[in-house]
Structures are given as structure tokens and as C-alpha cells.
């Protein structure tokens, strides 16, 4: 952002529409991209920019209960009928006291996620160039629908997409829905808008005309001013706002892709080297060191994996963290609170929750840790569980450094197995083992000769 110190920005964001055609039970704000929503991107982007109110209308308590949960400082005006763009910022106008004192009035829409620090930065540095009003532009393949520009004189005109005529339905440049004003000039035009269009509304894009000093900026890249309408133009954001972070990722970051079409990143948190396999997911809130493998088929959500780390087939991690060099999977699922040390290895069909695998410690296969402490160097059998639970309480089992645990063995919570302990395979351990102890709990084997024929059933022929 240029150095706009001394000048004061407001940012208003319109949020008043229904979203009729995402055909959701929901307020468009609201719509889901990822797992935000898209009112969230709109205000991350902006909040470093200046003051934000937001225009609500359509269920204004879910909107503006929704962004207080997740935002602080954002204010709030109620457009209680839908005229029109136009009547929008008058009401933010005529109702937030403050809105006056601003040098800079942004007005972009709720339904624009995309949009980027870079572009609101260019806006804020052309306008301060003299203009009176900046309007970000792109070129559209397909202009239908859109409010056309109409370069000429000083100035321009915005001529929407109903009221157009042939030859103006021909233009290809045409508006994004962003603008910055300087706020004087917002105030004297934007009072002076006429309803007498074919929508019948009062239209923000007349606050535009050949006779004023206003700029049409046109943007090279149209993907980032994607409106939100339709469930179409939702699944079409989400590809973009993917391949946006894989674009950053591998061009910045040196994180390499398969297939980055066929994966589903959504963190910008991760470090070089790493390699990320088709259809792995990663949720926006975690964090991912250097030289990483994430193998195809991984969901990692809200966990810090790191550096050297390998993350095996078809995963699941959840608030979980795993060390160094450590190795998960395939197929393990790591449940929220688990905490994986440095070279650990847990294999396929292990499920860890609320745990920590010491350093080096290896949990191959087919087990369930849950609730326990594992400490460095600890070597888990196939088939291991922890009985955690007693039908009202989670309990927990605690295992030293440097013990062996043998195939199939139970651990009757709560427990504590000694540093260097051996448990023979097999066994159920329902008492504690000091350290350096060994423990068998399994019923005496007997074997009966010739006695297999009378419980092995033959097929007789018919």
C-alpha cells in the first residue's frame, strides 16, 4: 500500500442481497468458498485498507452475527429496501456518522472474494494521482450482463447491460464493481441519482460521467472480479482461488505440484521443497515446513507438519502436529490433539487421538492410541489398543521410554508401563509395570493331539 497515512480510507461493502440464485437457505454473504465464506475474504483483503461498514439487508442478524464472530471494528448500516447500488452508499452516507471525514470511499460487494491487496493498492495509487474517482475494468470474453464502459471526453460512462444499445452491447471493456471516490465527490453526485432507468434503481455507476475527472482502470487478469451469483460462479471461485495459491506456491514459495489442477491447497503456509501429490487437501489454516511429502489422497486440517516430515496415502490429520522426519500412513488418521515426535512412525490403519508418540517411537499397523503418553523410542505391535474409555470417563495410559509392546495387546486405561518394559504379544495389561519389568497376561496354551478332527467340518458329496 502506498503511503496514504494521512489520508483516510473507508471501505464500504455491500451485503444486502438475498443470493436468489445460489439456492441456498442462506444470506449471499454468507455462501460458503472453502471454509470461510465469502463476506470473510472480502473484509480480509480490505481490513488493512482503512475502516469498513458494512450495507446489510437480507437477514442482517446472520450476516452481521457471523462477521462479530470472526472481525473486530467492522460497522454496520441497514438498507432496509433494495434500490439499487446507488442507494445503497446513500444510506451508508445518510447513516454512519463518520462517513464524511474520510479523504477515500471504497465501495466493493460482498460477493467479490477474489479480489486482491495488489489491486486495492494500484486504486488507492491512481486515485491519488487527482483523480475525482477510479473504476477497476477487465475485458470479458463474454460482456452479457455486464455494465459496458463507454470511453469518452475526460471521463467515461457506465452503461449497464439494460439499458445498452446495440452498438454499446458491442464493447468488451466493462465494470468489475470496484471503485474508490474521493468522498467529496462521492457526496455531490451520488444524491443526484435518477431511478428513471429499465431496473428502476439508483444506479452507484452514474456517479460516472465524460465530464469529470474519474478513470477507467483496466485490469489485465478479469478472474480475480469474479461476482458470486450461482452455484457455477461458486465452484468456478474455488478453482481459482486454488489455482491462485498454486501459482504462489511454485512460483514463489518452491513447493512442487503433481497436478496442481487435481489438488485441493488452500494454505500459503508451506515451505520449500515440499511435495504435494493430485488430490490432496490442506485446509487453509495449516502449516507445512520444507522438504515434506504429501502423498495422494492426504487431508491435513488446521495441523502443523514439519520439515522432512512424510505423509503417506490417503491420511487424515486433523489439529494434530507432526515432528521431523517423522512418517504417517498410508491410511492413518491422526484425531484432533495428537502430537507426533521427531522420526515417529505410525503406519497403515493406525488411529491416533489426544495422544503424543515420543521421539522415534513406531506404531506400524493396526492400532488405536488414544488419551496416552508414548515416550521416545517406544516399539507398538500390530493390533495395540488403548481402552481408554469406561463408559463415563476418558482415561489415560502412560508408556515409558524404550519399551516394547507385543502384537496384540490391550491396555486397560488408566496405566502406567515403566521406561523399558516388555509386554509379551497377546496380553491384556490392566495393572501398572514399574520400569525395566516384564509382564505376560494371556491364558495357558494346551494342545490336544488328534483332536483337531472333531471341530474342523468337512463338505460331505452329495
Given at each position: 500500500?502506498?503511503?496514504?497515512?494521512?489520508?483516510?480510507?473507508?471501505?464500504?461493502?455491500?451485503?444486502?442481497?438475498?443470493?436468489?440464485?445460489?439456492?441456498?437457505?442462506?444470506?449471499?454473504?454468507?455462501?460458503?468458498?472453502?471454509?470461510?465464506?465469502?463476506?470473510?475474504?472480502?473484509i480480509d483483503t480490505f481490513k488493512d485498507f482503512g475502516d469498513i461498514t458494512l450495507v446489510t439487508g437480507h437477514q442482517r442478524e446472520l450476516v452481521e452475527g457471523h462477521v462479530n464472530e470472526r472481525f473486530e471494528n467492522i460497522n454496520?448500516?441497514?438498507?432496509?429496501?433494495?434500490?439499487?447500488?446507488?442507494?445503497?452508499?446513500?444510506?451508508?452516507?445518510?447513516?454512519?456518522?463518520?462517513?464524511?471525514?474520510?479523504?477515500?470511499?471504497?465501495?466493493?460487494?460482498?460477493?467479490?472474494?477474489?479480489?486482491?491487496?495488489?489491486?486495492?493498492?494500484?486504486?488507492?495509487?491512481?486515485?491519488?494521482k487527482g483523480s475525482n474517482a477510479v473504476c477497476a475494468t477487465f475485458t470479458a470474453e463474454n460482456p452479457a450482463g455486464y455494465g459496458r464502459i463507454v470511453r469518452k471526453g475526460d471521463g467515461f460512462q457506465i452503461v449497464e447491460e439494460k439499458d445498452a444499445n446495440d452498438d454499446q452491447r458491442q464493447i468488451d471493456e466493462v465494470n468489475s464493481g470496484l471503485y474508490i471516490f474521493k468522498?467529496?465527490?462521492?457526496?455531490?453526485?451520488?444524491?443526484?441519482?435518477?431511478?428513471?432507468?429499465?431496473?428502476g434503481e439508483f444506479y452507484l455507476t452514474d456517479t460516472f460521467s465524460p465530464e469529470a475527472n474519474v478513470t477507467p482502470l483496466l485490469f489485465e487478469d478479469p478472474r480475480e472480479f469474479l461476482g458470486v451469483n450461482n452455484l457455477i460462479q461458486l465452484s468456478q471461485a474455488d478453482i481459482y482461488l486454488r489455482r491462485s495459491i498454486a501459482r504462489f506456491l511454485m512460483l514463489e514459495a518452491g513447493v512442487r505440484f503433481t497436478d496442481p489442477s487435481h489438488t485441493y491447497c488452500y494454505s500459503k503456509?508451506?515451505?520449500?521443497?515440499t511435495h504435494l501429490f493430485q488430490n490432496a487437501f490442506i485446509d487453509d489454516k495449516t502449516v507445512i515446513g520444507k522438504n515434506v511429502i504429501i502423498e495422494q489422497g492426504?487431508?491435513?486440517?488446521?495441523?502443523?507438519i514439519e520439515d522432512g516430515a512424510i505423509i503417506k496415502a490417503n491420511s487424515y490429520i486433523t489439529d494434530s502436529k507432526v515432528s521431523k522426519g517423522a512418517s504417517i500412513g498410508p491410511m492413518a488418521?491422526?484425531?484432533?490433539?495428537?502430537?507426533?515426535?521427531?522420526?515417529?512412525?505410525?503406519?497403515?490403519?493406525?488411529?491416533?487421538?489426544?495422544?503424543?508418540?515420543?521421539?522415534?517411537?513406531?506404531?506400524?499397523?493396526?492400532?488405536?492410541?488414544?488419551?496416552?503418553?508414548?515416550?521416545?523410542?517406544?516399539?507398538?505391535?500390530?493390533?495395540?489398543?488403548?481402552?481408554?474409555?469406561?463408559?463415563?470417563?476418558?482415561?489415560?495410559?502412560?508408556?515409558g521410554d524404550g519399551s516394547f509392546i507385543g502384537s496384540d495387546t490391550q491396555m486397560i486405561a488408566?496405566?502406567?508401563?515403566?521406561?523399558?518394559?516388555?509386554?509379551?504379544?497377546?496380553?491384556?495389561?490392566?495393572?501398572?509395570?514399574?520400569?525395566?519389568?516384564?509382564?505376560?497376561?494371556?491364558?495357558?496354551?494346551?494342545?490336544?493331539?488328534g483332536m483337531a478332527k472333531?471341530?474342523?467340518?468337512?463338505?460331505?458329496?452329495?
Open positions: 500500500m502506498s503511503d496514504n497515512s494521512s489520508k483516510k480510507v473507508a471501505i464500504v461493502v455491500l451485503a444486502a442481497g438475498k443470493g436468489t440464485r445460489l439456492k441456498m437457505d442462506i444470506p449471499k454473504p454468507l455462501a460458503p468458498l472453502h471454509e470461510n465464506t465469502l463476506v470473510d475474504y472480502v454496520y448500516v441497514y438498507q432496509k429496501e433494495q434500490l439499487g447500488t446507488g442507494h445503497a452508499v446513500q444510506t451508508y452516507l445518510n447513516n454512519f456518522d463518520n462517513s464524511r471525514e474520510y479523504d477515500y470511499t471504497i465501495v466493493t460487494c460482498a460477493d467479490t472474494p477474489l479480489i486482491t491487496k495488489e489491486t486495492v493498492n494500484i486504486l488507492i495509487e491512481e486515485i491519488e468522498t467529496l465527490y462521492l457526496m455531490d453526485h451520488i444524491f443526484n441519482l435518477s431511478d428513471d432507468n429499465k431496473s503456509n508451506i515451505g520449500q521443497g492426504v487431508t491435513i486440517k488446521n495441523s502443523i488418521q491422526l484425531r484432533p490433539g495428537s502430537n507426533i515426535g521427531e522420526g515417529a512412525k505410525l503406519g497403515n490403519f493406525v488411529e491416533v487421538k489426544k495422544s503424543n508418540i515420543g521421539k522415534k517411537s513406531a506404531v506400524s499397523h493396526l492400532s488405536y492410541v488414544g488419551d496416552a503418553e508414548i515416550g521416545d523410542g517406544v516399539n507398538i505391535g500390530c493390533g495395540f489398543i488403548t481402552c481408554n474409555y469406561d463408559g463415563a470417563n476418558k482415561n489415560k495410559t502412560i508408556i488408566p496405566i502406567e508401563i515403566g521406561k523399558e518394559c516388555y509386554v509379551a504379544s497377546g496380553s491384556t495389561i490392566n495393572k501398572s509395570m514399574p520400569d525395566g519389568s516384564f509382564a505376560i497376561a494371556r491364558g495357558r496354551q494346551e494342545t490336544k493331539e472333531r471341530f474342523i467340518k468337512k463338505k460331505t458329496d452329495k
